[in-house]
């Protein structure tokens, strides 16, 4: 079954670090583009971030460039998310998702479950 | 940066009927248009891509039109489990971006 499992949520004080990562299964990892997607309470889907195959090339939002980095392990089929410099509108369920590719116009064909990221003193 | 907007921002309707959903972009994208289904508490799932194709597994009273700047998705027959938020995507330019969803309610 293809499947993206996150993990690494939770609560962070505003300045604080976190670590995301996606764990990845079923399919050929190291031949897809991965990205990040959020979503804070209540409100609608936001892009993060994206990473090439291989792992050379990477985008960012404004909002957090400068303060997420977004890598992969191709060996261990596992993408992340080092979130530094937490602020409280970085509050939100984090997504990693799939890039399906030019054959599908790049849209976002798998997704992982969620995980929750509330930074709050 | 691209903008999405989507109309209506919520949509009462009952269980048989057709609906339409808008989304319009603020340039053009192509055909770089997705849609995707959210339910409360779960992850969004694909169900249009290249703004007309039916993603694998999802039911053919899904059909995506348009573009451009301007789309659409409609459902012909709306199913119990159809209740959920739709929200379109664009993939044509990084920062990929997505419109700000349409709750579709049971009347």
């Known amino acids: 079954e293809v499947q993206l499992v996150e993990s690494g949520g939770g609560l962070v004080q505003p300045g604080g670090s976190l670590r995301l990562s996606c764990a990845a299964s079923g399919f050929t990892f190291s031949s897809y583009w991965m990205h990040w997607v959020r979503q804070a309470p209540g409100k609608g889907l936001v892009w993060v971030s994206r990473?090439?195959?291989?792992?050379?090339?990477?985008t960012y939002a404004d909002s957090v460039k400068g303060r997420f980095t977004i890598s992969r392990d191709n060996a261990k089929n596992t993408l992340y998310l080092q979130m530094n410099s937490l602020r409280v509108e970085d509050t939100a369920v984090y997504y990693c998702a799939r890039d399906g590719a030019t054959r599908m116009a790049d849209a976002f064909d798998i997704w992982g479950q969620g995980t929750m990221v509330t930074v709050s003193s | 940066d691209i903008q999405m907007t989507q109309s209506p921002s919520s949509l009462s309707a009952s269980v048989g009927d057709r609906v339409t959903f808008t989304c319009r972009a603020s340039q053009t994208i192509s055909s770089y248009l997705n849609w995707y289904q959210q339910k409360p508490g779960k992850a969004p799932k694909l169900l249009i891509y290249?703004?007309?194709s039916l993603q694998s597994g999802v039911p053919s009273r899904f059909s995506g039109s348009g573009s451009g700047t301007d789309f659409t998705l409609t459902i012909s027959s709306l199913q119990p489990e159809d209740f959920a938020t739709y929200y379109c995507q664009q993939s044509y330019s990084i920062p990929s971006s997505f419109g700000q969803g349409t709750k579709l309610e049971i009347k």
């Open positions: 290249a703004a007309s």
């Open positions: 990473i090439n195959s291989d792992g050379r090339s990477t």
